[in-house]
């Protein structure tokens, strides 16, 4: 599938937010491990979704599907595995971690892989963790990465973890550990990477019932034998979707503005917004809407969007529009993504005349003339998106691979074409 943009001036424009892909993934676990069923209200329907569902599933959980929800049977913690079974966890980074640690509460061995992609992308202090904590992890490829055997048991007790490439592998252990045999404490060193996805990650576990105590980022303690308890549960509207729609804002000049968004969120691309208006824009909060409105010209910004990974390259695109240098720090992980976001990032703007460049932990996009011109996203859907947003501001741009967006937000395409933009 190829999509071709044309330029949109001065827009003027209203959508809505998909749900939240990370706040689906950590419910479905949270339900299924739960004692009781839940009911999950507005779930986000995508691939990446659809691996961890579908590996719950072969777990043994009952999980109906419905319209706008999601019926979930809970085991309380205990995990009916057939002997030899393995998870296709497809090009889901998320699906993969978090369920690893899952699959130690299992009654046998399970195996874990993944697309090749996935298999290249980092296992290893997860699996480090793990193994102190009574599991047995073997790498059944290339040390370090999926594909992955999982067997033994989560026993409890404290260890150190390693989160500087992810913060989903402290996600992983926090979300198994109320059904450890004894307490787990998890040790942080400095500079996690995405530390805002352990705030979604506790918010949900705490929702469900666990205890969990914490020292910032540096230390966390989960109570064991305190399960999950079910319950109705919505998913809120997704921060990192939404970027998309408010960058048209900014590059387009006009007004946007974008519902099913909860101001209260602790989702870490809400800075993104932040971002816009140190750039010069105006952001409102309007309820459980966001309107992002630009007039005249964009600055260059320096920012730490450490806590923010997948609105970078939104933000890139933004920034190469902007009358001064823009500077983004602390995204060294993003090498780690569906893609080294990184590289592809800088290879894609040039081409189309940017002038950007990787310094250190950072990018720092120039201002220059850009051009149109053809973009091959890797299959990375977040590539695909923010290069589509530059498109329609200046038109000329083509897309390949546009079906890539259905691993995080299939309705991508369908709502540019609801507003006559695609």
């Known amino acids: 599938m190829e999509v071709t943009l044309r330029k949109a001036g001065n827009v003027d424009l209203n959508f809505q937010a998909p749900p939240s892909k990370s706040y689906t993934h950590r419910a479905l676990i949270a339900a299924s491990l739960a004692v009781g069923d839940s009911l999950i209200s507005n779930p986000l329907e995508a691939e990446d979704i659809a691996a961890t569902r579908e590996a719950l599933m072969g777990m043994g959980v009952e999980i109906i599907a419905g319209e706008r929800s999601s019926r979930v049977r809970g085991t309380g913690g205990t995990l009916c595995c057939p002997p030899g079974l393995v998870m296709n966890m497809h090009n889901s980074g998320t699906s993969m971690r978090l369920l690893t640690s899952v699959a130690l509460l299992c009654n046998n061995p399970v195996i874990l892989t993944g697309s090749p992609r996935m298999k290249e992308r980092p296992l290893g202090p997860l699996a480090d963790a793990l193994t102190a904590l009574g599991g047995s992890i073997e790498f059944m490829e290339k040390t370090g990465f999926p594909p992955v055997k ?197 290879t894609l703007l040039r081409s189309l005349g940017g002038d950007v460049s990787i310094e250190g932990d950072a990018l720092v996009i120039r201002p220059a003339p850009l051009h149109g011109g053809r973009i091959d996203p890797g299959d990375d859907h977040r590539t695909a998106m923010s290069f589509a947003v530059l498109g329609l501001s200046m038109g000329n741009v083509k897309i390949t691979q546009a079906e890539c967006v259905s691993k995080s937000f299939p309705g991508f395409w369908e709502q540019l074409a609801g507003q006559g933009l695609v």
């Open 150 to 346: 999982v067997s033994g048991r989560l026993t409890g007790g404290r260890v150190r973890v390693d989160a500087g490439m992810s913060s989903q592998f402290v996600s992983s252990i926090l979300m198994a550990a109320p059904y450890a045999h004894r307490d787990v404490v998890l040790d942080l060193d400095p500079g996690v990477a995405s530390p805002s996805y352990l705030d979604v990650t506790l918010s949900v576990m705490e929702a469900f019932g666990a205890t969990v105590g914490r020292e910032g980022y540096r230390r966390f303690h989960v109570a064991a034998r305190i399960p999950y308890n079910g319950r109705t549960y919505e998913i809120e509207g997704d921060y990192s979707s939404a970027s998309y729609f408010f960058a048209l804002a900014a590059l387009c000049g006009g007004r946007v503005r974008v519902g099913n968004l909860n101001p209260s969120s602790c989702q870490g691309d809400r800075r993104f917004l932040t971002a816009l208006e140190s750039m010069g824009c105006r952001v409102r909060s309007l309820g459980e809407s966001v309107e992002v409105s630009c007039e005249g010209d964009l600055e260059g910004i320096e920012i730490d969007m450490s806590s923010s990974p997948d609105t970078v390259q939104t933000l890139c695109m933004v920034a190469s529009k902007a009358r001064s240098p823009t500077r983004i720090s602390g995204i060294a992980h993003l090498k780690w993504k569906e893609s080294d976001r990184l590289e592809s990032t800088t």
